[in-house]
């Protein structure tokens, strides 16, 4: 009999706490999950062999690359049991370049014919970084920020290692708010050249503007969507400010925040379906996640995600889409923190003034600025490196993805 | 089995107050914003003349707003209330500029600036200025004046 009634007591039990609350329960409740998805096993570096180059400038382009892929330290270069061959050739500056596995199949087999030899080497680089791991080299990535260096604030754009920098933008009275898209070729800002806000975009490479928002009010802190043909930002022509995506061949746009608040800063996940931006509701400005709705459909989803700070801006998604870096106010100083998507320990990456994270696109650093610099901040080494300085007041990095 | 009784007596309180948390009735906020009733969505910008492009005048003392507030004091609408008074002679337009010190991250000063000045046509519009003379922009710290206040500017 008293056995009888302990299964109805566990019957209830099991039925009251179990079943489909996993994912909304907060992580601390969780107690009969055992902790999150296991650590990834330290993986060896790979193996890469890299043969001489034939050709006139053979030697530089082989010194070049091997410069290259030392300094992002992906792979162990060495003749001994290697598990990826480099072999190629180069003329006149040109490289060509070819991957091969350990078994002797071509990987790769590409010819870079840009202007320059370190140029080539580095595409050459971030192409056999692809290849190997999966994951995009940093080499032709770039970084765009703003920088007062010329008086007003305008747009910056610049390499990861801060060597050349370019100023995409001479407007008058400035722009600010700067975001690359995902193959570095278009930007998109918010331009002061009519006296008020307005958001424009770039094709850098043919050097014509268009402008995206002439609403009244203000519009600022564009993103674009990973697939490049959208753009989500703030505008305010309804009476208060709104997070809206606006597509860039129609030029329509959707309203996908609800709020009576001051919301800004929004940023994609990896997929385009959802964006991240903060909002201040009256009582600071906390992180809010949207759905972005299907063209056919004006129903999405808006919730809070609880993040432990009370003073939340500039979130930004991981390049895998399992973390998201933002800037906290944590007594007083701004903070750089990176938070694991969507239940996961936050983590302080850099405080005392550090603001506006952005990712790699390999998603294993982080460029933020602090104190009117640059930095890049390895997140696996916590190492940081000081790419940009004395160029003015450097603010809102951003780097491609 | 007289072990595992115990466990389940501290546990089903919890389950069960767990449960009650999904009905609970969304409690009413303390001290925040009080959301207009009616939100006016801006006119035309044409033939708004910027401040940055000069020759304008302030048609009333700036507004001081404290941290990062976006809410009305009585403060604020007392220093508005000789402009509300003179608007129906001329029916002029205003631009209202806001803007906020250095230090708060950039976008969120752009939001909180067009917010205060949102906040501050809502009320003119409330004591009577129609919405079409009125515009608003949020210049964050991008140009001076860099501090907590909200400009009034008239137009020419």
Redesign the interface.
């Given at each position: 009999m008293?056995a009888f009634r302990?299964s109805t007591?566990?019957c209830?039990?099991a039925v009251?706490?179990a079943p489909a609350?996993a994912d909304v329960l907060p992580s601390w409740l969780r107690f009969w999950k055992g902790g999150s998805a296991a650590k990834p096993a330290k993986i060896e570096p790979k193996r890469v062999s890299i043969g001489a180059f034939a050709g006139g400038t053979g030697t530089s382009a082989k010194q070049a690359l091997v410069a290259e892929l030392t300094t992002t330290r992906e792979f162990q270069i060495t003749e001994e049991k290697p598990d990826f061959i480099i072999t190629g050739s180069s003329v006149g500056g040109r490289i060509t370049g070819k991957v091969a596995n350990a078994a002797g199949k071509e990987l790769l087999d590409r010819t870079y014919a840009a202007p320059g030899l370190d140029e080539n080497a580095k595409a050459l680089a971030d192409d056999v970084i692809l290849t190997i791991t999966g994951k995009p080299g940093l080499a032709t990535s770039r970084i765009v920020f703003?920088s007062d260096k010329s008086g007003a604030?305008q747009v910056y754009l610049s390499d990861p290692d801060g060597k050349e920098v370019l100023q995409v933008t001479h407007h008058s009275?400035?722009a600010?708010?700067p975001t690359l898209n995902a193959d570095g070729t278009a930007v998109a800002y918010?331009s002061?050249s009519?006296?008020?806000?307005v958001v424009q975009w770039m094709d850098l490479s043919q050097g014509w503007e268009r402008t995206v928002t002439d609403?009244?009010?203000?519009s600022?802190?564009a993103a674009f969507s990973p697939d490049g043909q959208r753009l989500a930002l703030?505008m305010?022509?309804?009476?208060?400010?709104e997070v809206f995506v606006t597509d860039l061949t129609t030029s329509t746009a959707a309203c996908i925040s609800d709020t009576?608040?001051?919301?800004?800063?929004p940023a994609w996940h990896p997929d385009g379906k959802q964006v991240i931006f903060?909002d201040?509701?009256?009582?600071?400005?906390r992180l809010y996640v949207a759905e972005v709705p299907a063209t056919n459909q004006t129903e999405a989803q808006l919730l809070r995600w609880r993040t432990g700070y009370s003073f939340c801006?500039?979130p930004e998604f991981s390049p895998d889409g399992h973390s998201v870096a933002f800037?906290a106010r944590i007594s007083g100083e701004?903070a750089v923190v990176v938070k694991g998507w969507p239940n996961g320990p936050a983590k302080v990456i850099q405080a005392g003034g550090a603001?506006?994270p952005s990712w790699s696109p390999n998603g294993r650093s982080l460029c933020y600025a602090q104190h009117g610099n640059l930095y890049v901040h390895s997140l696996s080494s916590g190492l940081r490196r000081l790419v940009l300085e004395k160029h003015g007041q450097i603010?809102?990095p951003r780097w491609m993805k | 089995m007289s072990s595992v009784l115990p466990r389940f007596i501290l546990a089903l309180p919890l389950a069960l107050l767990l449960g009650a948390c999904e009905h609970m009735p969304k409690l009413p906020k303390f001290g925040g914003e009080q959301e207009p009733n009616v939100v006016f969505a801006l006119g035309t910008r044409d033939g708004f003349k910027s401040p940055l492009e000069g020759a304008l005048k302030p048609a009333c003392p700036a507004l001081q707003f404290e941290n990062e507030g976006y809410s009305l004091t009585g403060a604020h609408k007392k220093a508005l209330a000789p402009l509300i008074a003179d608007w129906s002679k001329a029916k002029p337009r205003y631009l209202i500029a806001g803007h906020t010190p250095p230090g708060l991250p950039e976008d969120f000063a752009r939001s909180l600036s067009e917010r205060r000045a949102q906040a501050v046509r809502q009320h003119l519009i409330e004591s009577g200025i129609e919405a079409a003379n009125l515009q608003t922009v949020g210049y964050g710290y991008d140009t001076p004046p860099t501090s907590n206040v909200v400009v009034i500017y008239q137009q020419l």
């Open positions: 008293s302990l007591i566990l209830l039990f009251l706490l609350k703003v604030k009275h400035g600010v708010s918010t002061y009519s006296g008020f806000p609403t009244p009010g203000s600022f802190g703030v305010s022509f309804l009476g208060n400010p009576t608040g001051a919301p800004s800063s903060a201040d509701r009256g009582d600071g400005p801006t500039d800037t701004l603001s506006h603010s809102e | -």
